[in-house]
């Protein structure tokens, strides 16, 4: 960026890339804080702080890419964590982070009561930080997690976004900041739908995997879960557990609208991929979802023997990449 000013063909950097806050003015989303991207290459973002600096709305070329449900975004004062609320406020958006300390159903673990995906989305980041280094939009935040007499677990989180690309990296380190261990589970619930999902798409996974279904309806799509369909009223929901062995990426196509995502993420940390797939009527997403547990609430992880335990003062670092190129 510095180069390019300097041999005179711009003068100002917002001719090339834009990083402003805004605040939404009306709706159920006012008073939503949006910190807007848009880059040289394409791709344009919103980041949430007031969600954990999660990342909502993505188009690239002018093209949307990510998958909102119905609900879009809320405000802050009505992101609840409760279970009877998620339905009515789950936003969707191309990363929706889950945890830190359940994921998966609601659910009472050890007397405590844990909502449906965790806490995290509903929690506002502090130290916020949004700059221009060289050419490279980088974004900081802290994300905490705590109760008195309990739990504090911080998230700093990192987003790398290149001023001429069309990617987004995203790179936390999660920190136990208490003397006992403490069990933790996440997921980047990464949300692509229309025009970028379609019956034309096709998902290509590595070939040393395993698939396993979720449920007795996931397993009748076996043998297809890389294929879509076009909408179908009221389909119920298809989700499968893709175990990588060496290679942790997967790459959504779709040679109808010359375009191609690939996500890969850091497979020591999160070494399952949650594969949601929906193809119900207005609820139409891929759901890519790298994560370091089976999803099943804390409770039932625990049953299983598959809850992750951060040690005391220890920390884990996270990272997933998305990026958009035509092809």
């Known amino acids: 960026m510095k180069n390019i000013i300097k041999q005179g063909y711009i003068g100002n950097p917002a001719q090339l890339v834009t990083l402003r806050?805004?605040?939404?003015?009306?709706?159920?989303?006012?008073?939503?804080?949006?910190?807007?991207?848009?880059?040289?290459?394409?791709?344009?973002?919103?980041?949430?702080?007031?969600?954990?600096?999660?990342?909502?709305?993505?188009?690239?070329?002018?093209?949307?890419?990510?998958?909102?449900?119905?609900?879009?975004?809320d405000g802050p004062a009505a992101i609840s964590p409760y279970e009877t609320e998620f339905v009515n406020t789950f936003p969707g958006g191309m990363v929706y982070t889950c945890g830190l300390r359940s994921a998966g159903s609601a659910n009472r673990d050890n007397g405590e009561w844990h909502p449906l995906h965790g806490r995290y989305h509903s929690l506002q980041a502090g130290e916020v930080c949004a700059e221009i280094e060289d050419n490279e939009i980088i974004i900081k935040g802290r994300i905490r997690e705590t109760a008195l007499f309990g739990h504090c677990l911080e998230v700093r989180r990192v987003i790398r976004i290149p001023v001429f690309g069309a990617c987004v990296a995203l790179e936390d380190t999660v920190t136990n900041l208490t003397p006992r261990d403490e069990e933790i589970m996440q997921i980047y619930h990464c949300n692509f739908g229309y025009p970028l999902l379609s019956e034309k798409a096709r998902l290509v996974l590595p070939e040393d995997r395993e698939t396993l279904p979720r449920t007795e309806f996931a397993k009748t799509g076996l043998g297809r879960e890389c294929e879509f369909d076009k909408p179908i009223d009221s389909e119920e929901e298809r989700v499968f557990f893709q175990k990588m062995q060496k290679e942790f990426w997967a790459r959504l196509e779709n040679p109808e609208l010359g375009v191609n995502m690939t996500i890969s993420w850091s497979g020591d940390t999160l070494p399952i991929l949650s594969q949601w797939r929906s193809m119900a009527s207005g609820d139409y997403v891929l759901g890519l979802e790298p994560t370091n547990c089976y999803?099943?609430?804390?409770?039932?992880?625990?049953?299983?023997?598959?809850?992750?335990?951060?040690?005391?003062?220890?920390?884990?670092?996270?990272?997933v990449r998305i990026e958009f190129t035509e092809g």
């Open 21 to 73: 806050r805004v605040t939404v003015g009306e709706g159920r989303a006012k008073g939503t804080g949006i910190i807007e991207v848009k880059t040289a290459g394409g791709l344009e973002l919103d980041i949430l702080p007031d969600a954990g600096l999660d990342i909502g709305q993505c188009r690239f070329k002018g093209v949307n890419m990510s998958w909102m449900s119905k609900n879009g975004y």
């Open 295 to 319: 999803i099943m609430g804390r409770h039932d992880e625990r049953e299983n023997g598959t809850l992750p335990i951060l040690k005391a003062w220890e920390s884990v670092a996270n990272t």
